[in-house]
Protein backbone atom coordinates (compact mmCIF):
# COMPACT_ATOMS: atom_id res chain seq x y z
CA UNK A 1 0.00 0.00 0.00
CA UNK A 2 1.66 3.13 -1.20
CA UNK A 3 1.93 6.20 1.13
CA UNK A 4 -0.65 8.25 0.18
CA UNK A 5 -3.04 5.41 0.35
CA UNK A 6 -2.23 5.14 4.38
CA UNK A 7 -2.80 8.75 4.76
CA UNK A 8 -6.02 8.51 2.71
CA UNK A 9 -7.15 6.03 5.26
CA UNK A 10 -6.39 7.77 7.90
CA UNK A 11 -8.09 10.59 7.49
CA UNK A 12 -11.50 11.51 8.92
CA UNK A 13 -14.02 12.66 6.41
CA UNK A 14 -16.37 16.01 6.67
CA UNK A 15 -18.23 17.77 4.36
CA UNK A 16 -21.16 20.99 3.80
CA UNK A 17 -23.84 19.88 2.40
CA UNK A 18 -26.01 22.24 0.91
CA UNK A 19 -27.88 23.91 -2.09
CA UNK A 20 -26.53 25.33 -3.68
CA UNK A 21 -23.15 24.89 -2.44
CA UNK A 22 -20.49 25.92 -5.17
CA UNK A 23 -19.46 28.90 -3.38
CA UNK A 24 -18.69 27.81 -0.06
CA UNK A 25 -15.51 28.75 1.55
CA UNK A 26 -15.64 25.99 4.39
CA UNK A 27 -13.34 23.34 2.66
CA UNK A 28 -10.41 26.15 2.55
CA UNK A 29 -11.08 27.04 5.85
CA UNK A 30 -11.73 23.70 7.68
CA UNK A 31 -8.18 22.97 5.54
CA UNK A 32 -6.61 26.00 6.86
CA UNK A 33 -7.63 24.86 10.49
CA UNK A 34 -6.13 21.49 9.80
CA UNK A 35 -2.68 22.43 8.74
CA UNK A 36 -2.41 24.89 11.81
CA UNK A 37 -3.14 22.31 13.93
CA UNK A 38 -1.39 19.40 12.64
CA UNK A 39 -4.81 16.83 12.25
CA UNK A 40 -5.04 15.13 9.09
CA UNK A 41 -8.95 15.64 7.36
CA UNK A 42 -10.55 15.57 4.24
CA UNK A 43 -12.91 18.09 3.96
CA UNK A 44 -15.42 18.29 0.87
CA UNK A 45 -18.50 20.80 -0.47
CA UNK A 46 -21.49 18.10 -1.51
CA UNK A 47 -24.69 19.64 -3.43
CA UNK A 48 -27.24 17.39 -2.06
CA UNK A 49 -30.45 17.61 -3.64
CA UNK A 50 -33.51 19.46 -1.73
CA UNK A 51 -35.61 15.96 -1.47
CA UNK A 52 -32.62 14.40 -0.50
CA UNK A 53 -31.36 15.43 2.71
CA UNK A 54 -31.82 12.99 5.47
CA UNK A 55 -30.72 9.90 3.28
CA UNK A 56 -27.58 12.18 2.32
CA UNK A 57 -26.30 12.83 5.78
CA UNK A 58 -27.33 8.93 7.16
CA UNK A 59 -25.45 7.79 4.37
CA UNK A 60 -22.35 10.15 4.92
CA UNK A 61 -22.28 8.76 8.60
CA UNK A 62 -22.81 5.36 7.43
CA UNK A 63 -19.90 5.48 5.33
CA UNK A 64 -17.32 6.69 8.33
CA UNK A 65 -17.95 10.39 8.04
CA UNK A 66 -17.29 12.35 10.91
CA UNK A 67 -18.98 15.47 11.05
CA UNK A 68 -20.76 17.41 8.65
CA UNK A 69 -21.95 21.41 8.29
CA UNK A 70 -25.04 22.25 6.87
CA UNK A 71 -26.00 25.46 5.11
CA UNK A 72 -29.22 26.60 3.14
CA UNK A 73 -31.59 25.84 2.99
CA UNK A 74 -31.13 22.33 4.93
CA UNK A 75 -30.63 23.92 8.69
CA UNK A 76 -33.63 23.33 10.35
CA UNK A 77 -33.79 19.71 8.66
CA UNK A 78 -30.92 19.36 10.15
CA UNK A 79 -32.49 20.44 13.24
CA UNK A 80 -35.19 17.76 12.66
CA UNK A 81 -32.88 15.01 11.79
CA UNK A 82 -30.54 15.18 15.54
CA UNK A 83 -31.84 13.30 18.18
CA UNK A 84 -29.76 15.42 20.85
CA UNK A 85 -28.90 19.11 20.27
CA UNK A 86 -26.77 21.32 22.26
CA UNK A 87 -28.98 24.40 24.06
CA UNK A 88 -27.70 26.76 21.62
CA UNK A 89 -29.61 24.45 18.72
CA UNK A 90 -32.50 24.13 20.81
CA UNK A 91 -33.05 28.06 20.71
CA UNK A 92 -31.96 28.77 17.51
CA UNK A 93 -34.59 25.07 16.78
CA UNK A 94 -31.39 24.95 13.61
CA UNK A 95 -28.32 23.33 13.07
CA UNK A 96 -25.14 23.92 11.32
CA UNK A 97 -23.28 21.31 12.99
CA UNK A 98 -23.52 17.37 13.20
CA UNK A 99 -21.67 14.64 14.62
CA UNK A 100 -22.81 11.18 14.73
CA UNK A 101 -23.12 9.20 18.14
CA UNK A 102 -23.65 5.61 18.78
CA UNK A 103 -26.88 5.94 19.06
CA UNK A 104 -27.86 8.87 16.79
CA UNK A 105 -26.87 12.51 15.37
CA UNK A 106 -25.62 15.44 17.89
CA UNK A 107 -26.53 18.91 16.17
CA UNK A 108 -25.06 22.31 17.09
CA UNK A 109 -25.36 25.28 16.10
CA UNK A 110 -22.23 27.65 16.09
CA UNK A 111 -23.73 31.00 13.64
CA UNK A 112 -24.82 33.20 16.80
CA UNK A 113 -21.36 32.41 18.73
CA UNK A 114 -19.19 33.06 15.58
CA UNK A 115 -20.83 36.33 15.26
CA UNK A 116 -20.54 37.40 19.01
CA UNK A 117 -16.71 36.21 18.80
CA UNK A 118 -16.33 38.34 15.43
CA UNK A 119 -18.10 41.84 16.96
CA UNK A 120 -16.21 41.64 20.12
CA UNK A 121 -13.11 39.70 20.02
CA UNK A 122 -12.38 40.56 16.30
CA UNK A 123 -12.96 44.03 16.02
CA UNK A 124 -13.26 44.99 19.51
CA UNK A 125 -17.13 46.39 19.96
CA UNK A 126 -19.39 45.51 22.59
CA UNK A 127 -22.96 45.13 23.26
CA UNK A 128 -22.87 45.15 27.08
CA UNK A 129 -26.00 48.17 27.69
CA UNK A 130 -26.35 49.33 24.13
CA UNK A 131 -29.32 49.38 22.04
CA UNK A 132 -29.08 47.06 19.52
CA UNK A 133 -31.20 46.84 16.52
CA UNK A 134 -31.22 42.89 14.34
CA UNK A 135 -32.42 43.17 10.64
CA UNK A 136 -34.44 40.06 9.41
CA UNK A 137 -36.33 37.56 11.15
CA UNK A 138 -34.77 34.17 8.92
CA UNK A 139 -32.40 31.73 10.60
CA UNK A 140 -29.59 33.30 10.70
CA UNK A 141 -31.32 36.14 12.79
CA UNK A 142 -32.92 33.11 15.23
CA UNK A 143 -29.43 31.93 15.42
CA UNK A 144 -27.47 34.70 16.77
CA UNK A 145 -30.33 36.01 19.22
CA UNK A 146 -29.88 34.09 22.29
CA UNK A 147 -26.09 34.85 22.38
CA UNK A 148 -26.94 38.56 21.81
CA UNK A 149 -29.17 38.86 24.29
CA UNK A 150 -26.23 36.78 26.90
CA UNK A 151 -24.39 39.79 26.12
CA UNK A 152 -26.81 42.26 28.00
CA UNK A 153 -27.77 44.84 25.74
CA UNK A 154 -29.95 47.74 27.34
CA UNK A 155 -32.52 46.90 24.51
CA UNK A 156 -32.86 44.74 21.54
CA UNK A 157 -35.07 45.41 18.44
CA UNK A 158 -35.92 43.00 15.77
CA UNK A 159 -37.30 44.83 12.71
CA UNK A 160 -38.35 42.62 9.28
CA UNK A 161 -40.24 43.15 6.17
CA UNK A 162 -43.21 40.25 7.71
CA UNK A 163 -43.46 42.34 10.87
CA UNK A 164 -45.30 38.78 12.31
CA UNK A 165 -41.67 36.95 12.07
CA UNK A 166 -40.03 39.83 14.09
CA UNK A 167 -43.20 39.32 16.90
CA UNK A 168 -43.09 36.23 17.09
CA UNK A 169 -39.07 35.64 17.34
CA UNK A 170 -39.30 38.86 19.95
CA UNK A 171 -41.69 36.92 21.81
CA UNK A 172 -39.70 33.46 21.89
CA UNK A 173 -36.58 35.03 23.62
CA UNK A 174 -38.05 37.46 25.54
CA UNK A 175 -37.14 35.54 28.65
CA UNK A 176 -33.33 37.05 27.79
CA UNK A 177 -33.95 40.15 28.09
CA UNK A 178 -35.61 43.70 26.77
CA UNK A 179 -36.58 42.45 22.70
CA UNK A 180 -39.63 43.61 20.62
CA UNK A 181 -40.55 42.80 17.22
CA UNK A 182 -40.91 45.74 14.86
CA UNK A 183 -42.19 45.87 10.98
CA UNK A 184 -38.39 47.50 8.95
CA UNK A 185 -41.25 50.02 7.69
CA UNK A 186 -42.13 51.15 11.22
CA UNK A 187 -38.62 52.25 12.94
CA UNK A 188 -38.51 56.29 11.94
CA UNK A 189 -39.46 56.98 15.92
CA UNK A 190 -37.29 54.51 17.24
CA UNK A 191 -34.09 56.37 19.34
CA UNK A 192 -30.90 56.24 18.07
CA UNK A 193 -28.86 52.56 17.90
CA UNK A 194 -25.45 52.00 19.19
CA UNK A 195 -24.96 48.65 17.13
CA UNK A 196 -27.07 47.59 13.69
CA UNK A 197 -27.00 44.29 11.81
CA UNK A 198 -28.21 43.48 8.77
CA UNK A 199 -29.62 39.61 8.73
CA UNK A 200 -31.75 40.39 6.04
CA UNK A 201 -30.77 38.39 2.80
CA UNK A 202 -31.73 41.18 1.03
CA UNK A 203 -27.13 41.86 0.15
CA UNK A 204 -27.30 39.07 -1.88
CA UNK A 205 -29.44 40.86 -4.77
CA UNK A 206 -27.33 43.84 -4.03
CA UNK A 207 -30.11 45.72 -2.16
CA UNK A 208 -30.33 46.89 1.25
CA UNK A 209 -33.73 47.58 3.57
CA UNK A 210 -34.66 51.58 3.21
CA UNK A 211 -34.19 52.95 6.66
CA UNK A 212 -33.69 56.15 7.80
CA UNK A 213 -30.40 57.27 8.78
CA UNK A 214 -31.56 58.79 12.04
CA UNK A 215 -31.45 55.03 13.21
CA UNK A 216 -27.61 55.61 13.53
CA UNK A 217 -26.20 57.33 17.22
CA UNK A 218 -22.81 58.53 17.70
CA UNK A 219 -20.22 55.71 16.90
CA UNK A 220 -22.96 53.22 16.05
CA UNK A 221 -21.50 49.76 14.38
CA UNK A 222 -22.94 48.65 11.58
CA UNK A 223 -22.45 44.85 11.02
CA UNK A 224 -23.74 42.83 7.75
CA UNK A 225 -23.63 39.05 7.65
CA UNK A 226 -23.02 39.31 3.66
CA UNK A 227 -19.90 39.56 2.42
CA UNK A 228 -18.36 39.35 -0.52
CA UNK A 229 -15.31 41.48 -2.45
CA UNK A 230 -16.93 45.52 -2.07
CA UNK A 231 -18.79 46.38 0.67
CA UNK A 232 -22.10 45.66 0.81
CA UNK A 233 -25.26 48.16 -0.02
CA UNK A 234 -25.79 48.17 3.62
CA UNK A 235 -22.39 48.65 4.36
CA UNK A 236 -22.59 51.60 1.91
CA UNK A 237 -25.70 52.65 3.65
CA UNK A 238 -24.14 52.66 6.68
CA UNK A 239 -21.35 54.93 5.60
CA UNK A 240 -22.84 56.85 4.36
CA UNK A 241 -24.43 57.85 7.52
CA UNK A 242 -21.18 58.18 9.47
CA UNK A 243 -21.33 54.81 11.25
CA UNK A 244 -18.21 54.72 13.11
CA UNK A 245 -17.57 51.25 12.65
CA UNK A 246 -18.70 49.12 9.46
CA UNK A 247 -17.87 45.23 8.85
CA UNK A 248 -18.82 42.57 6.64
CA UNK A 249 -19.74 39.08 7.48
CA UNK A 250 -16.38 37.26 6.25
CA UNK A 251 -15.09 37.42 10.50
CA UNK A 252 -18.52 35.72 11.14
CA UNK A 253 -18.09 32.79 8.59
CA UNK A 254 -14.17 32.15 10.00
CA UNK A 255 -15.51 31.91 13.57
CA UNK A 256 -18.61 29.58 13.00
CA UNK A 257 -16.19 27.23 11.22
CA UNK A 258 -13.55 27.15 14.09
CA UNK A 259 -16.81 26.57 16.73
CA UNK A 260 -17.81 23.84 14.50
CA UNK A 261 -13.93 22.58 14.36
CA UNK A 262 -14.10 22.57 18.21
CA UNK A 263 -17.15 20.68 18.11
CA UNK A 264 -15.19 18.37 16.35
CA UNK A 265 -12.11 18.08 17.24
CA UNK A 266 -11.72 20.28 20.95
CA UNK A 267 -8.94 22.04 19.66
CA UNK A 268 -9.60 25.95 18.85
CA UNK A 269 -7.51 26.93 15.84
CA UNK A 270 -6.64 30.46 14.75
CA UNK A 271 -8.65 32.69 12.92
CA UNK A 272 -7.17 35.68 12.13
CA UNK A 273 -4.74 34.05 9.81
CA UNK A 274 -7.88 32.86 8.33
CA UNK A 275 -9.87 36.11 7.55
CA UNK A 276 -6.87 37.47 6.28
CA UNK A 277 -5.63 34.86 3.86
CA UNK A 278 -9.83 35.19 2.56
CA UNK A 279 -9.90 38.68 2.68
CA UNK A 280 -7.02 38.98 0.01
CA UNK A 281 -8.90 36.28 -2.11
CA UNK A 282 -12.11 37.81 -2.16
CA UNK A 283 -10.12 41.42 -3.44
CA UNK A 284 -8.07 39.44 -5.94
CA UNK A 285 -11.10 37.80 -7.18
P1 LIG B 1 -33.63 33.45 5.47
O1 LIG B 1 -34.05 33.18 4.07
O2 LIG B 1 -33.99 32.52 6.56
O3 LIG B 1 -34.18 34.91 5.92
C1 LIG B 1 -34.05 36.01 5.06
C2 LIG B 1 -34.43 37.28 5.80
O4 LIG B 1 -34.17 38.40 4.96
C3 LIG B 1 -35.90 37.37 6.18
O5 LIG B 1 -36.03 38.05 7.40
C4 LIG B 1 -36.48 38.18 5.01
O6 LIG B 1 -37.67 38.87 5.36
C5 LIG B 1 -35.37 39.17 4.79
N1 LIG B 1 -35.35 39.75 3.45
C6 LIG B 1 -35.08 39.13 2.29
N2 LIG B 1 -35.09 40.00 1.27
C7 LIG B 1 -35.36 41.22 1.81
C8 LIG B 1 -35.49 42.53 1.26
N3 LIG B 1 -35.36 42.77 -0.06
N4 LIG B 1 -35.75 43.54 2.10
C9 LIG B 1 -35.88 43.32 3.43
N5 LIG B 1 -35.78 42.10 4.02
C10 LIG B 1 -35.51 41.06 3.19
O7 LIG B 1 -32.04 33.65 5.37
P2 LIG B 1 -30.99 33.49 6.57
O8 LIG B 1 -31.57 34.13 7.76
O9 LIG B 1 -30.52 32.09 6.65
O10 LIG B 1 -29.76 34.36 6.03
C11 LIG B 1 -29.79 35.79 6.03
C12 LIG B 1 -28.48 36.31 5.47
O11 LIG B 1 -27.41 36.03 6.38
C13 LIG B 1 -28.09 35.66 4.15
O12 LIG B 1 -27.67 36.67 3.28
C14 LIG B 1 -26.94 34.74 4.49
O13 LIG B 1 -26.03 34.61 3.43
C15 LIG B 1 -26.31 35.46 5.69
N6 LIG B 1 -25.59 34.54 6.60
C16 LIG B 1 -24.26 34.76 6.80
C17 LIG B 1 -23.53 33.92 7.65
C18 LIG B 1 -22.07 34.18 7.83
O14 LIG B 1 -21.37 33.30 8.39
N7 LIG B 1 -21.54 35.32 7.45
C19 LIG B 1 -24.17 32.80 8.37
C20 LIG B 1 -25.60 32.69 8.11
C21 LIG B 1 -26.26 33.53 7.25
P3 LIG B 1 -39.11 38.14 5.28
O15 LIG B 1 -39.24 37.33 6.53
O16 LIG B 1 -40.08 39.26 5.20
O17 LIG B 1 -39.10 37.30 4.04
Redesign the pocket.
Known sequence: MSDDTNLSLRQRKFAVFGNPIKQSRSPFIHAEFAKQTGLSLQYRAIRVELDNFERAVMDFFKAGGSGLNVT?PFKEQAYQLASRHSARAVRAKACNTLRPEADGVYGDNT?GI?LIRDMIANHGWSLRGVRVLLL??????R?VMEPLLRENPSALVVA???VA?AETLAKEFADLGQVVGKA?TDLASELPFDVIIN???????G?T?DLPGSLLGDRCCCYD???GAEPTAFMRWAAENAAWAVSD??G??VE?AAESFYVWHRERPDTASVINHLRGSLAAA
Do not use: C, H, I, W
Not at 199 to 205: E, P, V
Open positions: VDGGAGGAAGNRTKLATSAGLKEPMVYGLMLQ
